[in-house]
């Protein structure tokens, strides 16, 4: 079975700082993406930043980053120089290269303290 | 460009009863995800549609079912409502029947069943 585990339910930073959020997955699949979702409390999510598998460099959007560890199924997301809007629910997500649908973890809920 | 809206909002039903929640999809995009999103947990995939045909099902029962239109809207319906449906039930729609590029959430639509 493909699962995707956060176990982190809570994190907590101050305005400014870094964040580290972790992700493991499972899965047999060779080809597939990986996805960090936000949903704020309006609860629309949004895609923070992509990673296909195949790709060894590690994605980054502005101030965003993940660590992509492929032969420890890791995937985590580190936000750096944190801000009051980063507030919010965060989801790990995976996709096999073929698939036509998202597996999601169970979120970590990320608060930024002023 | 428009984004994805779903309607309504919020919706409150009875046990036995029957609903229907609308997506709107982004310009462009012939598919629709649905997912279903349990207080407190990631999002659940429960069925996609491209080109008006259901290209995939997660591990929801029968008495879940969807439409696609000429239009690429969509319609999610479950019937015989049970408490367990509440949920928040978010569409997302993309291009191409994959999930490998990004998907565009809708701000959801909050169902509580009593």
């Known amino acids: 079975a493909q699962t995707v585990t956060q176990s982190q339910p809570e994190m907590s930073v101050q305005e400014a700082e870094t964040v580290t959020l972790s992700c493991t997955y499972d899965t047999s699949e060779s080809n597939y993406y990986l996805f960090w979702y936000k949903q704020p409390p309006s609860r629309q999510m949004i895609l923070v930043i992509r990673?296909?598998?195949?790709?060894?460099q590690n994605a980054t959007e502005n101030r965003f980053s993940v660590n992509f560890q492929k032969a420890a199924k890791s995937f985590s997301l580190k936000i750096s120089d944190s801000q009051l809007g980063d507030t919010a629910m965060y989801f790990c997500a995976f996709t096999p290269s073929s698939s036509y649908k998202l597996i999601f973890g169970s979120g970590t809920r990320l608060l930024v303290r002023p | 460009e428009t984004g994805v809206t779903q309607s309504p909002t919020h919706l409150i039903k009875t046990r036995g009863q029957q609903v229907t929640l609308r997506c709107s999809s982004q310009s462009g995009h012939n598919t629709v995800s649905w997912y279903q999103q349990a207080l407190g947990q990631g999002p659940q995939f429960i069925f996609q549609?491209?080109?008006?045909?259901?290209?995939g099902r997660g591990n929801f029962p029968p008495r879940f079912s969807g439409l696609q239109f000429p239009n690429y809207s969509s319609e999610l319906n479950v019937n015989a409502l049970e408490l367990d449906d509440s949920a928040l039930y978010l569409c997302?729609?993309?291009?191409?029947?994959?999930?490998?590029?990004?998907?565009?959430f809708g701000p959801g639509t909050r169902l509580t069943v009593t």
């Open positions: 990673q296909e598998a195949y790709k060894q």
């Open positions: 997302a729609s993309s291009v191409g029947g994959r999930t490998s590029y990004e998907q565009y």
């Open positions: 549609y491209y080109r008006e045909e259901e290209n």
